[in-house]
């Protein structure tokens, strides 16, 4: 059964980094068709994608973060990464890890989605 | 700028239907996908692509879709539908917008 992890530290300082990992267990993060992503939900509000990453290194990431954030994997240790710089109150957030998944159908449609999910991890932007 | 629009809040009648809407452009191309938030608990998603459930949940979930109107319809709701849901699609050019939620209140 699929299951991911987030971890990383806490609480961390203005202006500062703010690093988290997603351990992947279950299957290869380098399994055919899955994006793995990062999404945030500050305290008491909704959900914001932050950036999803393919094995093998092509990522894509939320426009309004997008100079902010790296996203990287390590396949040897089956986890992915979170990186985002000069951090503020505003990144004060639930930070989630997910399997995502999106493809085409011949219709020309597209379907997107996120599952599973990690329990996410709180991190607190403070002095 | 890419985004999906929902009611933040919605109620319904303990065993009636409810329908929780989502509308964005994305959503002429993209089908949406749904996630149920309940407090202190990672979002779980109850569908996905046209119309999917993942395994272990009820039927009484659908979804369906009409240009660039989602929406996911709960048949005989229950107390323990009591929830956030937010909608999810991409954009056309790639990024991927969630919606703002709808809390659902079961009377």
């Known amino acids: 059964q699929l299951q991911l992890q987030e971890s990383g530290p806490g609480l961390v300082k203005p202006s500062e980094t703010l690093s988290l990992t997603c351990n992947v267990s279950g299957d290869s993060i380098k399994s055919n068709n899955y994006y793995w992503g990062w999404i945030r939900q500050p305290p008491g509000k909704g959900l914001e994608w932050i950036g999803s990453?393919?094995?093998?290194?092509?990522?894509y990431y939320n426009p309004s973060l997008k100079s902010r954030v790296t996203i990287s994997v390590d396949t040897s240790t089956n986890q992915f990464s979170l990186r985002l710089i000069s951090v503020t109150a505003a990144d004060t957030a639930l930070y989630y890890c997910a399997r995502h998944t999106s493809i085409g159908f011949t219709s020309g449609s597209y379907a997107s989605w996120f599952d599973p999910w990690g329990q996410g991890t709180l991190v607190t932007v403070s002095s | 700028s890419s985004e999906l629009t929902q009611d933040p809040a919605v109620s319904v009648a303990l065993g009636q239907t409810v329908r929780i809407t989502c509308q964005g452009d994305?959503?002429?191309?993209?089908?949406a996908s749904w996630y149920q938030q309940k407090p202190g608990q990672a979002p779980v998603v109850v569908i996905y692509g046209r119309n999917n459930r993942p395994s272990g949940i009820p039927d009484r979930f659908s979804g369906s879709s009409s240009g660039s109107t989602a929406s996911l319809t709960i048949t005989g709701a229950q107390a323990e539908d009591e929830a956030d849901y937010y909608c999810n699609s991409r954009d056309s050019s790639g990024p991927v917008v969630f919606g703002g939620g709808t809390k659902l209140t079961v009377l």
């Open positions: 990453l393919y094995y093998s290194g092509d990522t």
């Open positions: 994305s959503l002429r191309n993209y089908y």
